[in-house]
């Protein structure tokens, strides 16, 4: 992660809330533009979104 203030930096707890709303669950297509984002496929073909690339977005 890049450098930011200790209040910015994700916890445990704030990922596991992203993981219970599912923010983390992708579709079947993915593109160039999002596949730096994309952490690994499941077998059904869905794609799991990097939660932590995700926090440094927000």
Do not use: F
Not at 20 to 47: E, L
């Amino acid at each position: 992660m890049s450098k930011l203030p200790s209040a910015l930096s994700a916890t445990d707890e704030d990922l596991q809330m992203m993981l219970a709303a599912q923010a983390h669950i992708g579709s079947k297509n993915c593109d160039k533009q999002m596949a730096p984002y994309v952490w690994k496929r499941r077998v059904d073909g869905i794609h799991i979104i990097n939660i932590g690339k995700t926090w440094e977005k927000l």
